[in-house]
């Protein structure tokens, strides 16, 4: 279980704490609770999202053999394009 800390206003937190004693369940569980009940009436709409991943980018890929990278590399140097200038 993951630990977290919640801000309630007081009237709520108060309520809470006496559904909790009533019914003789834990503040935590019963927020555990409502939170699954809130997730299964809300379920999410669309696809779960996963972690960030970095962009991939077609760039065309080399059209140039690798041994005869680094010449063409230092020709283009030596010999830039007029739209590079």
């Given at each position: 279980?993951?630990?977290?800390?919640?801000?309630?206003?007081?009237?709520?937190?108060?309520?809470?704490?006496?559904?909790?004693?009533?019914?003789?369940?834990?503040?935590?569980?019963?927020?555990?609770?409502?939170?699954?009940?809130?997730?299964?009436?809300?379920?999410?709409?669309?696809?779960?999202?996963?972690?960030?991943?970095?962009p991939r980018i077609?760039?065309?890929?080399?059209?140039?053999?690798?041994g005869r990278l680094?010449?063409?590399?230092?020709?283009?140097?030596?010999?830039?394009?007029?739209?590079?200038?």
């Amino acid at each position: 279980m993951t630990r977290t800390q919640i801000q309630l206003p007081a009237e709520l937190h108060r309520r809470a704490k006496r559904f909790s004693a009533e019914r003789e369940i834990s503040l935590a569980e019963i927020t555990r609770r409502g939170i699954e009940l809130f997730l299964e009436r809300f379920p999410p709409s669309g696809p779960e999202k996963k972690g960030w991943e970095l962009p991939r980018i077609d760039g065309g890929g080399i059209q140039v053999p690798l041994g005869r990278l680094h010449e063409v590399t230092a020709e283009t140097e030596a010999h830039p394009s007029p739209r590079r200038r």
